[in-house]
């Protein structure tokens, strides 16, 4: 794996694994338009890691008041106590360790191919597309602080889908956080309360395939991957934030549908 590729791929999993057009499908996509093998495990695992620090220093405050307020559970985090966010968080995330350890292994080869991706793509713009028209319809939503056990957990099951590739993680947490009656903005800020254990747990479990392989990176290729990863994310966490407050997902949609479309249109035409 050369640098370029290195940096490219980081590129775009730092851009999309937040915003709502998935990370997985892209990476897919960008190896099938330039005929790039899988960078393999040990990859997989650095752009993870930049991924997951660069959600974590983005709510860094607020990660670190969860964690000083748990002894005392004083303090408000997201109009939440930390015990009460700890374990709506928890409930969020048990559909996903499920889902992701037992399918893990199986999805690495199958359905990780272009065809595939771009079909997921226009099931991730459709649903996203319903659930903007549903919250205009809806009027008046509600904030995290009313986010119950029950709805944490039917948001956790609709992150499941993301072991699809071209299904958007953060994508699908806001569909269900929108449809239970959240705003965009409390949807896209539980999505990215959710992101923190779904991206570590995935991280865990490639190491844990990874020690049974040999390294197939070299070292300056994979600290790429994490800086890269690392600064692109961020400016992932910022551009979405900025684009839930007061406007529309209509342009994700729009742009995954688009996108879906003509992945099919090129395959096939024997692309």
């Known amino acids: 794996m050369s640098i370029v590729e290195a940096i490219v791929l980081a590129l775009v999993q730092g851009l999309t694994e937040f915003l709502p057009i998935s990370s997985s499908g892209h990476l897919v996509l960008t190896r099938w338009m330039f005929g790039w093998e899988d960078p393999g495990l040990d990859f997989d695992v650095a752009v993870h890691v930049g991924t997951l620090a660069a ?101 956790g099951v609709a992150q499941c889908l ?17 449809a239970l009656g959240q705003s965009r903005e409390a949807a896209a800020r539980w999505a990215f309360w959710l992101s923190m254990p779904a991206l570590a747990g995935a991280g865990v479990l490639a190491v844990a395939a990874l020690l049974d392989e040999q390294a197939s990176v070299d070292a300056a290729a994979l600290v790429a991957g994490v800086l890269v990863s690392f600064a692109t994310a961020l400016v992932g966490i910022r551009a979405l934030l900025w684009l839930v407050r007061g406007r529309s997902l209509v342009p994700f949609a729009a742009y995954c549908l688009l996108a879906g479309l003509a992945v099919l249109i090129a395959r096939a035409a024997g692309g």
């Open 162 to 178: 993301a072991v699809l590739p071209g299904i958007s993680r953060s994508g699908m947490c806001m569909v269900a956080g929108m």
């Open 55 to 155: 959600v974590l220093w983005a709510f860094r405050r607020d990660v670190w008041g969860v964690l000083s307020g748990l002894r005392s559970d004083e303090g408000s985090i997201e109009g939440l106590r930390p015990r009460r966010l700890i374990w709506l968080g928890l409930i969020g995330t048990v559909p996903i360790v499920i889902v992701g350890g037992l399918l893990y292994e199986s999805l690495q080869d199958e359905l990780r191919d272009a065809t595939a991706a771009g079909a997921f793509l226009i099931v991730t713009g459709t649903l996203i597309g319903g659930a903007e028209w549903r919250l205009r319809r809806a009027g008046p939503s509600s904030e995290i602080g009313r986010l119950s056990g029950r709805g944490s957990l039917a948001i």
